[in-house]
């Protein structure tokens, strides 16, 4: 019998966020694969949490996909983490998803954290309807990908490092214009957790004053929105 491939989110930030089960799940898992085991170690030992941990990040999960396929295959449990949040959620993930389904083996995802919900829900945007952009391309594909967004009519949702904040608002304004209603938050769940509404001008005006840091995630209008 195949084993079985557990998807479990983690806290984005503070750790009693995490939920009951997913503790179980891990506890209760042969192997944990971690994005970094040295920031997962936090996590599980914080819950104490023993199961044996093993790296498995964008640089070498197509390098030991086979292996660890043919692990889940031989009846080994299996959790898959990420440092924050849900795994193949702008993090690794999907390719071990996708491979497992493919050899028929279960995949079962855990509910949890995860960023961009709660930006949304903070921005007071409409979110009946949204997109889920994650990172745009740094170069190539970007001016494209944001000539295509410009007459997107649904919410916008954006993930961005602080050191490129202000030049993503900036590229916003030019491709969606000024006056676009946004919203950026940062340090979601933690001590100096932040939400700033305005548009996108006000916003950029903002943080060019004020560089920010931690994660951050931006929240804009759709067009006619």
């Known amino acids: 019998m195949p084993g079985k491939l557990f998807v479990v989110p983690t806290p984005i930030g503070n750790l009693s966020d995490m939920t009951f089960r997913a503790v179980e799940v891990l506890k209760n898992a042969d192997l944990i694969l971690a994005e970094d085991t040295r920031t997962s170690s936090v996590l599980l030992k914080h819950y104490g949490i023993e199961t044996p941990m093993r790296s498995y990040h964008k640089f070498n999960e197509h ?3 086979e292996s660890i396929v043919n692990e889940l ?6 959790a898959l983490i990420s440092d924050a949040g849900t795994p193949a959620v702008s993090d690794p993930g999907f390719l071990l998803v996708r491979e497992a389904l493919r050899n028929e083996i279960p995949v079962e995802t ?6 961009f919900v709660p930006a949304l829900v903070n921005s007071g945007l409409p979110s009946e309807r949204f997109v889920f952009e994650g990172f745009l391309p740094v170069k190539k594909g970007r001016q494209t990908r944001l000539q ?3 007459e997107e009519t649904r919410t916008m949702i954006f993930y961005e490092s602080p050191h490129r904040l202000v030049k993503t608002l900036k590229q916003f304004e030019e ?6 209603p946004a919203s950026v938050s940062r340090e979601l769940t933690k001590k100096f ?6 548009n996108l001008q006000s916003l ?5 004053e004020h560089p920010p840091k931690g994660e951050i995630v931006i929240v804009v209008g759709g067009k006619g929105r």
């Open 63 to 65: 390098k030991i996909l």
């Open 73 to 78: 295959r031989a009846g080994r449990t299996i």
């Open 110 to 115: 855990l509910p949890g954290a995860v960023a």
């Open 148 to 150: 295509q967004l410009a």
């Open 175 to 180: 491709f969606f214009g000024p006056d676009r």
């Open 193 to 198: 957790e932040e939400t700033r509404r305005g």
């Open 204 to 208: 950029r005006k903002h943080y060019e």
